[in-house]
């Protein structure tokens, strides 16, 4: 099954597509690993863009899915994660593989800068962790897991997050109406288990 996840910043699509990859055992695909994976000339290509905070151009990118949507563990099926992000990018996708299911995680602007403005790092093993809702680190400041420093990214502060909420609503939500017969709503303001398990149901 090939499925896509959406939802806005905070909604949790990058946790519950994991999750659901497992539950399925089909590969959790995000553009933002397959990038930071890059070797060789294709790093260089991509550096060339990223480094000097340029957007990478969607050819490239869907150039990048293409090779590892071709790979043996994708016949399967997969999960898509932070792609498309645009209607362009969308067809190219389309022109690329069909998709089976999207699961459109649904969740308020104030919800998501709540969450989003909680949202630490282990330094070390990359843990994430909520100051604010779930899952809490027992200790502000250590990791749970591995006892590493717990840091906050430079951008998920309020203002920073309601610039990209103001994006996600103007340049991904309108692909919502590309895929309304194969999608799913999830609503995105439960607990972890809650929304797997009411995805879980509606993919069934």
């Known amino acids: ?10 909604s949790g699509k990058g ?9 399925f055992n089909i590969p959790h695909i995000s553009t933002g690993d397959l990038f930071r994976g890059a070797s060789g000339k294709l790093k260089e290509e991509l550096d060339s863009y990223m480094n000097f905070g340029k957007l990478v151009p969607d050819e490239l990118t869907v150039k990048i899915l293409k090779e590892r949507l071709e ?13 498309p992000r645009t209607i362009n990018q ?9 998709i089976d299911k999207v699961i459109d995680i649904e969740l308020s602007d104030k919800e ?8 630490v790092t282990c330094e070390k093993c990359k843990e994430g962790y909520n100051l604010l809702t779930e899952p809490k680190p027992r200790n502000p400041n250590i990791c749970d897991k591995c006892g590493g420093k717990l840091i906050k990214r430079a951008d998920d502060n309020v203002e920073a997050v309601k610039k990209r909420l103001e994006l996600y609503h103007k340049e991904t939500e309108p ?3 590309e895929y309304k017969e194969i999608l799913i709503k999830i609503n995105g303001d439960q607990e972890i288990e809650k929304i797997t398990k009411e995805i879980l149901e509606k993919i069934k």
């Open 90 to 98: 969308a067809h190219l996708l389309n022109n690329l593989t069909k």
């Open 71 to 83: 790979k043996e563990d994708c016949k399967k099926g997969f999960i898509l994660d932070g792609f």
């Open 175 to 177: 692909i919502l109406n």
């Open 15 to 23: 946790t519950q597509s994991i999750i659901v990859s497992k539950r």
């Open 112 to 119: 998501a800068v709540n969450r989003i403005s909680g949202r």
């Open 1 to 10: 099954m090939k499925i896509l996840f959406m939802g806005p910043q905070g």
